[in-house]
């Protein structure tokens, strides 16, 4: 089974503080991303990584940066954590063209629930 | 102009009873694929259910299935039998484009929260 786990389900953190937020996936999945969710808006994509040290913007990149340095691990960096950051963030990865008997969806973690004070 | 459009913010149905959640999407790219995600309150999103454009038939899975509706840009999901463990918040997202290189990305509606009543 696909994993993907996100180091903390909950983080309080003061504003202009500087957040990371770690994903690893253990699938050897090429493409990595993150999502942040809020009520009513849905998920929306912040950053995205198809390879190693590569990463694009996703819609709402403002704000944020990322890192890969390793396949399994993508992480979502808040350079100065502000309230409007306050939201669930999800990351995700896949495998970039579809394979025998799979699907090209997304596996997602269990999300991170961040609170900036 | 919204990609994809869940006009449902949330429904309760009777336990049982079949559920069908709306979905209708704006892309002008002839190669798509939609999407329908399931995400209980512990928060993780689930894959339910894919349909590509070109796919002939609705995707089925189990007690899913897809109602594809090409020419009006819908893709319902409809939820036979449904049971408590179903309710949670649905979404449908969709990937534009051929599926190449840097067209991976998934677009979001804002989805539908499902209660399921016994």
């Known amino acids: 089974d696909v994993k993907v786990t996100q180091s903390s389900r909950y983080l309080v953190k003061r504003t202009g503080e500087k957040v990371f937020l770690e994903c690893v996936q253990d699938m050897d999945h090429e493409n990595m991303f993150w999502y942040r969710q809020d009520p009513g808006l849905g998920l929306r994509l912040i950053y995205f990584s198809y390879d190693v040290k590569m990463k694009e913007k996703g819609d709402i990149p403002e704000g944020y940066s990322v890192s890969r340095e390793k396949k399994e691990r993508f992480s979502l960096i808040l350079e100065s954590a502000s309230t409007n950051q306050t939201s669930m963030y999800l990351c995700?990865?896949?495998?970039?063209?579809?394979?025998?008997?799979?699907?090209?969806?997304?596996?997602f973690g269990p999300g991170t629930r961040l609170t900036v004070l | 102009a919204q990609k994809i459009t869940q006009t449902q913010p949330g429904m309760f149905v009777q336990e049982k009873e079949a559920v069908t959640l709306d979905c209708t999407y704006d892309?002008?790219?002839?190669?798509?694929?939609l999407f329908w995600y399931k995400q209980p309150s512990s928060g993780e999103m689930i894959f339910l259910i894919y349909?590509?454009?070109?796919?002939?038939q609705n995707a089925t899975e189990g007690r899913y299935s897809l109602n594809f509706q090409k020419a009006r840009k819908s893709a319902n999901l409809v939820i036979s039998a449904s049971q408590l463990g179903d309710s949670a918040m649905y979404f449908c997202?969709?990937?534009?484009?051929?599926?190449?290189?840097?067209?991976?990305?998934?677009?979001f509606g804002t989805g539908t929260r499902l209660t399921i009543i016994p």
């Open positions: 995700a990865s896949s495998f970039p063209l579809p394979r025998e008997g799979h699907t090209d969806t997304q596996y």
């Open positions: 997202a969709m990937r534009e484009g051929r599926l190449d290189f840097g067209n991976e990305k998934l677009t």
């Open positions: 349909q590509g454009s070109y796919d002939q």
């Open positions: 892309t002008s790219d002839p190669s798509y694929g």
